[in-house]
């Protein structure tokens, strides 16, 4: 199995402090150009591994994605991405 340190709780905590896990999207230094090469998400169905705190999996829902489902090794994420983003397993 993966290596997975974002369930490890002094990692999680650290993880959490930053810009991008506060203030989602807009605190990721990427996000500007990011989104540009981002395609049409109405009726899509998306799939994003590695979701983290989900912040990708809320933008194609908002922005008109049919179905979207978020995967991540990490249990601590996946629970977090649950709670910010209000979205059901």
């Given at each position: ?23 989602g ?5 990427e ?11 109405k ?26 489902l978020?995967c ?18």
């Open positions: 199995m993966k290596e997975n340190k974002y369930d490890n709780e002094i990692f999680f905590k650290k993880y959490s402090e930053m810009a991008r896990s506060k203030n999207l807009q605190g990721a230094g996000w500007s150009e990011l989104q540009k090469v981002l395609p049409d998400f009726d899509r169905r998306v799939l994003d591994l590695g979701c983290g705190y989900g912040w990708h999996c809320k933008y194609a829902a908002d922005n008109g994605a049919e179905y979207v978020g991540d090794i990490s249990h601590k994420m996946l629970k977090t991405a649950q709670e910010k983003t209000q979205m059901k397993k």
